[in-house]
């Protein structure tokens, strides 16, 4: 018998891949009604190097493989590729070891053809979480980027508040993709170059926090003073306003910012069609940041996946965010919401900017979702759906359900797929996507298969229900598909441009660096 139990652990290390289907543990496809909203799932388990696919009957009709976990985003292109974040190791000592870690962005054709790849991640700086494309085919990337503990300090950070003795600070890259690797930064921002704080009158950026929304808070510290400041964990893009979203879990807000600026202006507090430069435009969620309000007031926490919902959908323009509820005062049993934030943009993009100590508005979400035993505290996601749904993933425990506009339960998958963990299985899902059938993405991606790998649609009796003609995945041979994987080797991303107005420098630390040039410009000088 020992004999037998030993064998069996040697072939689920060998498949790293289990199904979480054992008798008795609720997993698949666990219910399904007629006001769901027809499409395809994408979804990738964090612990795993396949992303999959799957019907509205929870059926897996597409596998893309990889030799790399996901880092942790996924998402369809219009050209029927998949658009996948990946965590790979830095490049020397290692650092930015965090919840999100990445380092890899690839573009990934049907055949599992690797398109495109660009890797960031090295001692000073590591790709992480999320990314967004853009209309132009340009990647948004989110990465952290080191400040020692003598920068922070000279900035006007609490000695106090630097408990493992520097931070990371993220910064958001623009990425010219040049396949087969690598790529150009277009344009970056950085969180270090709008910075105020009030802890000591003799250093930099001393100022009225209060006194200036669209500036943060180097002494802010939910944590106490831990390395990881920020933890952005989502980018999104609106085309009509040219601005990015980013959900920052560390503060408990959305950040708007302007995306029109040059790099120059994005290091400054004035340029682009919003004319504040790269200062935050609006931020929700937590008026504490801003010295606005206190506990009380704080309505984020620890959120994820804040993005604009599409035009044409319901709520269009509105916020959609899952609130994880990570530390939220109230002495009950924790729980997560999906909000939607009703943002007061003006018609020319910009926003009505509050007095001193006033928060934003509004104050609070125009619709909110409260299901019963919804909570994950990491991770997560939702997403508004064409016939007013919303697609809601609980993370942590690989859970993604649709909910209608009043609530009631309308689909529900748990994800089936993960690998050995301390405490059981790992089947976690960073958040998913829903495509349509008719989509442009799902058009390409089944029109580059060959005909026998793509699954025909029965559009009777249930809607657009899907009904594969052959399954994608065959849990049998998994071990066989993906044992012949070539690693591909790592990129360096050392002096890839940046290129500002008027001025041409290697993206990397010293005199030359944007975060060097941007401090000469804050002192009175303009972009050319």
Known sequence: MKRMIAVVVVLVLALGEISLGDPGQRSGLLEKSEDAWPGYTLMAPIALTTTYLLDMDGTVVHTWESDAPAGNAVYLLDNGNLLRTEQVL???????????????????????????????????????HDVAALPNGNILMI??????????IAAGRDPLLLKDDELWADIVI??????????????????????????????????DVAAEPGLVDLNYAHQGGGKDWNHTNSIAYNAQLDQI???????????????STTTCEAAQHSGGRSG??????????????HRAGDLSDQVWFGQHDVHWIEAGLPGAGHLLAFNNGLGRPERTRPYSTVDEVAVPVLTDGSYAQPETGVPYVPAEPAWQYRGPGLYSANISGAQRLSNGNTLICEGGSGRILEVTATGARAWEYVNPFGKPGKNGPRNEVFKVRRYAFDSPQIAQLFSSLEESSRPTVDREPYGCRPVPLRRAQDRGTLWERTRGLSRNRRLTPSALPIRTAGLHHPFGPGEGSPRTIAKRYRGGGTCS
């Open 276 to 289: 504040r430069g790269g200062d935050l435009l609006y931020r929700w969620g937590n008026p504490r940041a």
């Open 90 to 128: 830095p490049e020397g000592e290692r650092r930015f070891d965090q919840g999100g870690a990445g380092g890899r962005v690839r573009e990934i054709a049907p055949d599992g053809t690797v398109v495109w790849e660009y890797t960031l991640s090295d001692t000073q700086r590591r790709l992480h």
């Open 245 to 259: 979203a980013l959900s920052v879990h560390e503060f408990g807000e959305v950040w708007i910012i302007d995306h």
């Open 143 to 152: 990465a952290w980027e080191a400040v020692s503990r003598a920068e922070a």
């Open 174 to 207: 623009e990425v010219r993709p040049e396949p087969p690797s690598g790529g150009e930064i277009v344009w970056i921002w950085r969180v270090w170059d709008h910075l105020v704080q009030d802890f000591d009158p003799t250093k930099e950026y001393f100022g």
